[in-house]
């Protein structure tokens, strides 16, 4: 087997208003995270069905992060209420499926928080590297 | 009566010139865009980023240049000056001269080839003379008009150009030409020109090599600047190791008779050093000034950062007298004062922040158009006309009526718009073209055919992803059928390469690979329209902001996942559907919240525009904390113009005024917004197609120096009121005023801006009313900024005495015998000072509303930390929310002075006549839609849909009940909290369907 160190591939779901844009400042201000994160943007956190994020799961992403806006900040009111909710529930999901509940995360950032978005970037890489790849790889 | 004519000239290309000549086309009005430069964008093009956010000016300005370029009712006249004009408002005859660009520019794609081969090198203007250019050239690389231009006092004439261009665009027989043109009013926005340094050879500029000025500094701190964005010493190409910023060069001088502050340069030396670190291993950066005056919207915090975050120094109460260098070295040498000590230290680089002054034809502007000059030669207004000129019909914004920055001329730009058009109201969209677009082409049945474009951002993504490999990558990919990279994927040229290339190659869905689709994907959604395709059937992949920009060190694992990015991306574009407009009616008429001065002139543009206003006031009266006001810096009466504005608002039929009346709840969307008003002891409802927030503001109450336990001690508003109405005593020997109370601290970190020159206003009053008193300020910094600046030195000639406290040292304030003893120490004289004042005036923070929490709820609005409103955006949309039809303007958005508050009043109108004047507004289309076979009316979604949008609803089918749900597309803004929701894939949002994320997913999850 070859000695390279393992590259685990995380799905990054972010809100257009917050989340996505402190993706855009992280850029802006040049905040270096590895690059193993895929964003896809969504409207709001609430657009997220549960079966997306275990679908990634269990085809092979290392990882899932869900990113929205602070709590109050929604900009459709409540919908980031509801993602914690939602999140509630992977979590518990994630056990049927045997997967680490370091897999999954839930995170606000705001518009504001460019060092935020790069610092759980890197966290959020760190810690499924030292989980090793996903059961469900091919 | 003269024949209106529905058309404006604006003279300038700058920001504020393209904001107003934006607003005025899209309210339906012809707009001349005239520019000396063959290409527009001003000074903004020259910036590498923007304070107090760092965004990339060329970024945020890009959409509004192309958009000024491609304006159907828009004609620029670039290359051109202003010559005469006649007339009165509502028709005007101007002349124009357009010089000889001889270059046709119909013919010229932009391509830029004649200037590869044109043998002549001149010093680049854009680069400060950094770089050279050629004689043939455009400006910058993202210029509109995309079109070249000679430089004639270059060009020697060898013909090589003509013989290179392949459109046959040159044409050198072309004369230059004198047209004239009919306008019913005119928007001046010249700009400014830079002080010359030359002026100030003590600093040695021009003559030490290693002496920059901050615009030439700016330009390397750019990507497209001279070394890619690294700074480097003129003399050895060597990286400095420190550099030196000497602020008030060729401002609040008065050798120089330039005795006004630039009111910018503090900001912009802050961000050059924290940027010029950031591109600079290693390096000190030290500003040396007299007051620093960060007196804007968060300006303060961005200080606070640049001294305690990114390291910069900085050293207070200094005007460097001069350089000097070593000649062996190139090393430059500064005396300065550290307290009460003399230093001197040694500099790689000495920048030097040059100040503004009027534009250099600011005296053939007074000519040819009438208006009076100031005497430092800017445009003439007064406190309560801020963007008039003394020439009825013709309206002024931007630098050339005061110093300042892009926010503050971008909504004088919007204001002077709003009046421009005010009085030719009746002649809106008689001469203008309404934006067409081809029809929209059928693409049912056909097989996805994409295009990918993907963009070099000239060396923002280039430098790191490997473009060419990653257009390679994407040709290989299913459906798609064509794939290219552009320098810049944004510029204009590229917009009409864009719809040659989808008509070409038969394209119907595309994917731009660039920057991030928030600031640009509107942009390339109407460029695809002008192909006839859907906007929706487009897709953006980020990999600027999510790519090439936080993986700069990894260039091979950035161009890696720029590849999957434009993976993702094709994955998603082959399931767009197009998506069919929505369109909603506009009610012609506005709520304005607020009777404050803001409030009422606001209510007033909006009845000028030929809207209704309701004007909705919590108080009894008009007049908000204007009310308090009595004096103006300039002399002005306040109250009797407050009164004439009352007037005017109570006399206007459009306008209706709810005094005493408490909003309980907003309702609704742009174009339809109900409110609930209690007014007079019942509830009435009001409709309205958008609304103007202008709350105003509060004095704070202060809990320190005795305020409220000593009667002599009293607020800024408190003490203004004494000297108005006689609360003075005649026997008053000493009055103390003390700044900063409540602002600048940890629990308000904004300056309250205003205080310092209201402190001058009151000094002066005092002096003027009792000669033989002294007047004792404490401050900070004395921000004073723009003209303002001359009241403070004549504060000073007239024996106001100013003494500097810093935060960790404030003045004490105790009494003794009766008496009150205010003890400070003089931090440059290193001892205390002691007087025995018989009144001490407090100059407390503004305040934000306190309601403004609530009307936040409402509206769903953002509040800033500060909890005043947060804007759109800081630079560009300084009136507007990102809520659509809901604008904001005055205190509500940060403390300002009464002129600021008019300007942007005006300025709320213009953008809400933009909406108003249309009589369809399109919705984004970004909705929730039900696949009626999947649902089985469970009605799961209803609940949770934060906008009630749901309904479930029954009807028969083949002769049964069939339970479906039903969306309504008015109320639904595209949340998706439904589609995730549903547990039968019965309800999606149209874009970001189930099918598409997951057609990404699995495409990000595919190994290249
Ligand atoms: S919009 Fe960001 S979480 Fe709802």
Redesign the interface.
């Known amino acids: 087997m070859e000695e390279e160190e393992y590259e685990p ?1 995380v ?1 990054a779901f972010c809100c ?2 917050c989340s ?2 402190g ?2 400042l ?10 193993n ?8 956190s ?7 994020v275990m ?2 799961l269990t ?3 290392d990882g899932v992060i869900i990113c929205g806006c602070h709590i109050g ?1 929604c ?5 980031n209420v ?1 993602t914690e909710k ?1 999140a509630d529930a992977i979590e518990l999901m994630l056990e049927d499926f045997g997967l680490e509940p370091e897999r999954f995360r839930l995170e606000w950032i705001s518009a504001s928080e460019g060092d935020k978005f ?1 610092r759980v970037m890197n966290e959020m890489v760190e810690a499924v590297k030292a989980l090793g790849p996903s059961p469900y790889k091919m | 009566m003269v024949e209106k004519v529905g058309a404006v000239l604006v003279v300038g290309g700058g920001i504020a010139g393209m904001q107003a000549s934006l607003d005025l086309a899209d309210s339906g009005y012809k707009v001349y865009l005239l520019d000396k430069s063959p290409n527009i964008g001003g000074a903004m093009a020259q910036l590498d980023k923007t304070f107090p956010t760092n965004d990339c000016a060329m970024c945020i300005m890009a959409p509004k240049l192309v958009e000024t370029g491609r304006h159907r009712n828009i004609e620029l006249l670039t290359g051109a000056s202003l010559e005469a004009v006649q007339g009165s408002p509502g028709n005007f005859l101007v002349t124009i001269k357009k010089t000889a660009r001889k270059v046709d520019e119909t013919r010229c794609t932009g391509c830029g080839m004649c200037t590869h081969f044109c043998p002549v090198e001149v010093p680049d203007e854009y680069n400060m003379g950094l770089v050279t250019r050629k004689a043939i050239y455009v400006k910058y690389p993202q210029a509109v008009p995309a079109v070249v231009s000679i430089d004639l006092e270059h060009c020697i004439g060898c013909g090589i150009c003509e013989g290179q261009c392949e459109a046959e665009a040159i044409v050198y027989d072309q004369e230059e030409q004198m047209m004239d043109i009919e306008v019913g009013s005119i928007v001046v926005a010249p700009g400014f020109n830079l002080f010359d340094l030359a002026r100030k050879p003590q600093y040695g500029y021009g003559v030490y090599p290693n002496v920059l000025s901050s615009l030439e500094l700016e330009r390397m701190l750019s990507a497209t600047g001279p070394h890619a964005g690294m700074v480097l010493r003129p003399s050895d190409g060597e990286l400095p190791r420190n550099m030196a910023f000497i602020q008030c060069v060729g401002s609040r001088d008065k050798q120089t008779g330039n005795t006004y502050c630039s009111s910018v340069c503090c900001m912009f030396s802050i961000k050059e050093a924290i940027i010029a670190k950031e591109h600079t291993p290693g390096l000190e950066a030290h500003i040396f000034f007299m007051d620093m005056r960060a007196y804007g919207k968060e300006f303060d915090e961005y200080y606070s950062r640049a001294e305690e975050e990114h390291g910069v120094k900085f050293t207070r109460g200094n005007r460097i007298s001069m350089v000097e260098e070593d000649p062996v070295t190139h090393n430059l040498f500064i005396t300065y004062v550290d307290g009460a000590e003399l230093k001197v230290e040694e500099f790689d680089i000495v920048v030097l922040s040059v100040g503004t002054e009027a534009p250099v034809d600011t005296d053939k502007l007074r000519q040819v158009l009438g208006i009076d000059l100031n005497t430092h030669s800017f445009c003439e207004t007064s406190i309560f006309d801020p963007l008039s000129t003394t020439k009825p019909g013709i309206y002024v914004c931007g630098a050339f009526s005061s110093p300042k920055d892009i926010p503050d001329s971008v909504a004088q730009a919007s204001g002077a718009a709003a009046l421009a058009s005010s009085h030719i109201s009746t002649e809106r969209n008689k001469l203008v073209e309404i934006r067409e677009f081809p029809p929209e082409k059928d693409i049912s049945g056909e097989d996805s055919k994409i295009g990918v474009f993907i963009c070099h951002c000239g060396i923002n993504i280039g430098g790191v992803v490997d473009v060419p490999a990653v257009v390679e990558y994407a040709k290989t990919l299913p459906n798609v059928t064509y794939a290219e990279d552009n320098l810049y994927t944004c510029s204009q040229d590229t917009q009409s390469k864009i719809v040659e290339t989808i008509k070409e190659h038969d394209l119907n869905r595309v994917i731009v690979a660039s920057c991030t689709p928030r600031t640009h994907a509107p942009l390339f959604m109407n460029t695809i329209r002008d192909a006839g395709l859907n906007p929706y059937l487009f897709e953006m992949a980020n990999i600027r902001e999510h790519c090439s920009w936080v993986h700069s060190k990894e260039p091979e694992k950035a161009t890696q996942k720029a590849k999957d990015l434009v993976r993702m991306a094709v994955a998603k574009a082959a399931l767009l559907e197009p998506i069919p407009p929505i369109k909603i009616s506009i009610g012609k008429s506005a709520l304005i919240i607020g009777g404050g001065i803001t409030g009422m002139t606001a209510a007033l543009g909006i009845a000028d525009q030929g809207f209704d206003a309701y004007l909705v006031e919590k108080k009894d009266e008009l007049g908000g904390i204007t009310r308090r006001i009595h004096f103006a810096l300039t002399g002005e009466d306040v109250q009797a113009r407050m009164n004439e504005l009352i007037d005017k608002v109570k006399s206007n039929e459009r306008v209706h005024v709810y005094t005493g009346a408490k909003i309980k709840d907003i309702e609704g969307f742009v174009g339809s917004f109900i409110t609930t008003l209690e007014h007079e002891g019942e509830e009435k409802q009001i409709r309205h197609g958008v609304v103007l927030v202008a709350t105003g503001g509060a004095e704070l109450k202060p809990d320190e120096y005795l305020y409220g336990k000593d009667p002599r001690v009293v607020t800024q508003l408190e003490y203004e009121d004494m000297l108005a109405n006689g609360g003075l005593k005649e026997d008053t020997k000493s009055v103390a005023m003390i700044q900063c109370v409540g602002s600048r601290n940890e629990e308000r970190p904004y300056c309250s801006r205003i205080c310092c020159t209201e402190t001058i206003k009151n000094a002066l009053k005092t002096k003027e009313m009792m000669p033989d008193a002294n007047v004792y300020v404490f401050h900070r910094d004395m921000r004073t900024y723009g003209f303002r600046e001359d009241y403070y030195l004549e504060a000073a000639e007239k024996g106001v005495v100013f003494v500097r406290y810093y935060p960790e040292n404030p003045p004490k304030l105790t009494v003794n015998d009766g008496k009150l003893d205010l003890i400070a120490k003089d931090p440059f004289l290193d001892e205390e000072i002691v007087v025995n004042p018989d009144v001490v005036m407090l100059a407390v923070a503004t305040l934000p509303n306190a309601d403004n929490e609530e009307l936040s709820t409402f509206l769903k609005i953002p509040l800033s930390k500060d909890k005043f409103f947060l804007e759109a955006h800081v630079k560009l949309r300084p009136v507007d929310f990102a809520t659509e039809g809901v604008f904001l303007c005055g205190l509500a958005h940060s403390p300002k002075f009464v002129e600021e508050c008019l300007a942007q009043a005006s300025a709320a109108v213009s953008r809400a006549t933009t909406i108003l004047a249309q009589d369809e507004l399109e919705l984004e289309a970004t909705k929730s839609f039900v696949v009626d076979e999947k649902c089985d009316g469970c009605a799961y979604c209803v609940d949770p849909c934060p906008y009630d949008a749901i309904t479930l609803i029954e009807y028969m089918r083949d002769g049964t009940v069939k339970k479906t749900v039903d969306v309504d597309e008015t109320a639904c803004k595209g949340c998706g909290v439904c589609q995730a929701t549903c547990p039968k894939d019965g309800i999606f949002v149209r874009g970001f369907t189930l099918g598409q994320i997951n057609a990404m997913i699995e495409a990000a999850l595919e190994v290249a």
């Open positions: 591939l799905i257009n208003w996505y844009a993706a855009d992280a850029g802006v201000s040049r905040f270096q995270y590895p690059p994160i895929r964003v896809i943007r969504t409207m709001c609430g657009m997220v069905h549960p079966n997306l679908d990634a085809k092979g992403a900040d900009h459709y009111l409540e919908g509801i939602r790069a």
